[in-house]
């Protein structure tokens, strides 16, 4: 007699389920938001037992206490940090995606899942212009996704140049670039090169070339910079690295995803001939976290640096795609198929308009923040990101107005630092966030 130590009833799967139908028809609410261990633990101590809460019990913690005390990043309203805006589709078909329990490492346990990753890896290739040879694999967030293309990028450079095979080598940056490019050095142990950005945070190919160094093996192309949006000189930078045998990648985790409105891709001409990308679908794509979309232009230079060999590997099927190949990993969920699930129900069309339509409100945000008196607007929109300041308000004041705003759910739009200064940043990644709106909450700044 087979014995199951772990009961759970079809009727516990369905109070999960119902739960996801209400939670994503409604959306997110915007007042929750994270509250401290010190008030978490007498609501939710004692949730691990020996004997076990039960089904209903144990999921009552999760939609009365741990859901809410969480930041609802996918509302209109949130608009700091980058945040999230994935589509109902996309949502849902994430449940069914994790109830399937897919082993996406590699093609011999997940072969239709990666089949299906591919398909929408390679939209998003045709949109950077790139051969039949592009290709790659979905990581857990961008940080890992520049890890692993810049890990790719040293490989790539070793094994071409003799005399850099002795040295760390260095990857070259703009001064906006994101966090985890230091990070990612720091990891690598290469030095860190950084280029002063220009008024707009651009990085030219003339003020990269002044600090190119004989050791970079990489330059890093800002494709929508966190802090101020800007996009880098791509076109310049990629003639630059050709001529000097280094290798480009795009870091547009954020603002990739603008190629895909016809308007917006000249902006990033030249990323035809860059080496690697990454883009993060759970930013300006509409998918759930986590989830970024890691491509090399030939992925076959992916694939020389990444992979992990053993005794117990060796019955891996060699001759198809193995995710585990192109990145710093080996199991893996299809945390791809989300995006694959919502561009197959939705069309491609709908995408490009979306993304269009999100730089249509941030173009209308930008025109009423300039024309706002109490208002000072400094730069944008840059793809969709905006920084302005108020003309009255102390560094305090706008702090606890931001607070204010924060927890009343009606605006997440925090401070950030401009050339030294204090300012308001929004980055506008979702459709349904209402120009009006906002402009009704920066109305109380006056
Ligand atoms: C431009 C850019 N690159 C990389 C990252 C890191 O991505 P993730 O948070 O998915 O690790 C971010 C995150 O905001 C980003 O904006």
């Given at each position: 007699?087979?014995?199951?130590?772990?009961?759970?009833?079809?009727?516990?799967?369905?109070?999960?389920?119902?739960?996801?139908?209400?939670?994503?028809?409604?959306?997110?609410?915007?007042?929750?938001?994270?509250?401290?261990?010190?008030?978490?633990?007498?609501?939710?101590?004692?949730?691990?037992?020996?004997?076990?809460?039960?089904?209903?019990?144990?999921?009552?913690?999760?939609?009365?206490?741990?859901?809410?005390?969480?930041?609802?990043?996918?509302?209109p309203?949130?608009?700091?940090?980058?945040?999230?805006?994935?589509?109902?589709?996309?949502?849902?078909?994430?449940?069914?995606?994790?109830?399937?329990?897919?082993?996406?490492?590699?093609?011999?346990?997940?072969?239709?899942?990666?089949?299906?990753?591919?398909?929408?890896?390679?939209?998003?290739?045709?949109?950077?212009?790139?051969?039949?040879?592009?290709?790659?694999?979905?990581?857990?967030?961008?940080?890992?996704?520049?890890?692993?293309?810049?890990?790719?990028?040293?490989?790539?450079?070793?094994?071409?140049?003799?005399?850099?095979?002795?040295?760390?080598?260095?990857?070259?940056?703009?001064?906006?670039?994101?966090?985890?490019?230091?990070?990612?050095?720091?990891?690598?142990?290469?030095?860190?090169?950084?280029?002063?950005?220009?008024?707009?945070?651009?990085?030219?190919?003339?003020?990269?070339?002044?600090?190119?160094?004989?050791?970079?093996?990489?330059?890093?192309?800002?494709?929508?910079?966190?802090?101020?949006?800007?996009?880098?000189?791509?076109?310049?930078?990629?003639?630059?690295?050709?001529?000097?045998?280094?290798?480009?990648?795009?870091?547009?985790?954020?603002?990739?995803?603008?190629?895909?409105?016809?308007?917006?891709?000249?902006?990033?001409?030249?990323?035809?001939?860059?080496?690697?990308?990454?883009?993060?679908?759970?930013?300006?794509?509409?998918?759930?976290?986590?989830?970024?979309?890691?491509?090399?232009?030939?992925?076959?230079?992916?694939?020389?640096?990444?992979?992990?060999?053993?005794?117990?590997?060796?019955?891996?099927?060699?001759?198809?795609?193995?995710?585990?190949?192109?990145?710093?990993?080996?199991?893996?969920?299809?945390?791809?198929?989300?995006?694959?699930?919502?561009?197959?129900?939705?069309?491609?069309?709908?995408?490009?308009?979306?993304?269009?339509h999100t730089r249509a409100i941030a173009e209308d945000l930008a025109?009423?923040?300039?024309?706002?008196?109490?208002?000072?607007?400094?730069?944008?929109p840059?793809?969709t990101?905006?920084?302005?300041?108020?003309?009255?308000?102390?560094?305090?004041?706008?702090?606890?107005?931001?607070?204010?705003?924060?927890?009343?759910?009606?605006?997440?739009?925090?401070?950030?630092?401009?050339?030294?200064?204090?300012?308001?940043?929004l980055?506008i990644?979702n459709p349904q966030t209402d120009p009006?709106?906002v402009?009704?909450?920066?109305?109380?700044?006056?």
């Open positions: 007699m087979s014995h199951d130590p772990f009961p759970f009833a079809p009727d516990d799967t369905r109070r999960i389920l119902d739960w996801i139908a209400g939670h994503v028809a409604a959306g997110p609410d915007p007042k929750n938001g994270a509250r401290a261990a010190a008030a978490l633990e007498p609501e939710m101590g004692g949730a691990i037992t020996p004997d076990g809460l039960g089904a209903e019990a144990a999921f009552a913690l999760f939609t009365d206490v741990i859901q809410p005390a969480t930041r609802p990043f996918g509302h309203t949130s608009l700091s940090f980058v945040a999230a805006a994935p589509t109902r589709a996309a949502l849902s078909f994430d449940a069914a995606l994790g109830a399937a329990g897919i082993f996406a490492g590699n093609w011999d346990g997940g072969a239709g899942a990666i089949h299906a990753e591919n398909q929408a890896l390679r939209w998003l290739s045709d949109l950077a212009g790139w051969p039949a040879t592009a290709g790659g694999v979905f990581v857990a967030g961008g940080t890992l996704g520049n890890l692993s293309a810049l890990h790719a990028a040293r490989h790539w450079h070793r094994t071409c140049t003799q005399e850099a095979q002795a040295g760390r080598g260095a990857i070259l940056c703009s001064s906006e670039a994101h966090s985890s490019i230091a990070a990612v050095a720091r990891v690598m142990d290469a030095d860190l090169i950084t280029v002063p950005s220009d008024a707009s945070g651009r990085m030219s190919a003339d003020a990269a070339a002044a600090y190119l160094t004989p050791e970079t093996f990489a330059i890093v192309a800002n494709g929508g910079a966190t802090n101020c949006g800007a996009v880098d000189d791509i076109a310049g930078l990629t003639q630059l690295a050709k001529a000097r045998g280094v290798w480009v990648h795009v870091d547009g985790a954020y603002g990739g995803a603008a190629m895909a409105d016809p308007a917006l891709r000249p902006t990033f001409d030249g990323i035809e001939q860059a080496d690697s990308l990454i883009i993060d679908p759970h930013k300006w794509v509409f998918a759930p976290y986590d989830s970024c979309a890691l491509l090399y232009r030939d992925a076959a230079n992916g694939a020389a640096a990444h992979g992990q060999r053993a005794v117990y590997l060796d019955t891996v099927d060699k001759s198809e795609w193995n995710p585990s190949d192109y990145a710093l990993h080996l199991t893996r969920r299809a945390r791809g198929l989300p995006l694959w699930y919502s561009l197959a129900t939705h069309g491609t069309k709908a995408y490009a308009l979306a993304i269009a025109e009423r923040i300039a024309a706002a008196a109490w208002l000072e607007l400094l730069l944008g840059n793809l990101v905006i920084l302005f300041r108020p003309r009255n308000r102390t560094e305090d004041e706008m702090v606890r107005w931001a607070e204010e705003h924060r927890r009343s759910g009606a605006l997440l739009c925090l401070p950030t630092r401009w050339r030294g200064e204090m300012v308001f940043r980055c990644v009006d709106h402009m009704a909450v920066l109305d109380t700044l006056r």
